[in-house]
């Protein structure tokens, strides 16, 4: 499960059900942006994205979870920053990152991304 707490400093929290509670993935540490988040899991690794409140333009970000800790997965995106819908996507071997661009002319991209 991921969610956006915006309670306090609008943090990502992954929880993972282990047959009798929830548990709480380690707190990626980013500031996240209103609305455009999504979860995926391939191969059993979780991967989330999420705009970025502190990059420059609020810019997507993909994190997959892998022994105990988050680590970026692909390269920096090329977009403005104006992405209002973000999802992830996973065939075997593939991920893929499809956003809407709403500036300038409100176009979708799907970018294939590593894995």
Do not use: C
Request: hydrophobic content about 40%; cysteine-free.
């Amino acid at each position: 499960m991921f969610f956006h707490e915006k309670t306090g400093a609008h943090r990502a929290i992954v929880q993972t059900w282990d047959g009798a509670a929830w548990t709480t993935l380690a707190d990626p540490g980013y500031e996240l942006i209103n609305g455009a988040i999504d979860l995926v899991v391939a191969d059993d690794t979780p991967y989330i994205t999420f705009k970025d409140r502190d990059a420059d333009q609020f810019k997507p970000v993909v994190l997959a979870w892998s022994g105990g800790a988050w680590s970026t997965v692909g390269p920096a995106w090329a977009t403005d920053g104006n992405d209002d819908t973000l999802s992830l996507a996973a065939a075997p071997g593939v991920l893929y990152l499809g956003y809407r661009n709403d500036l300038p002319d409100d176009e979708t991209t799907v970018q294939q991304i590593g894995r």
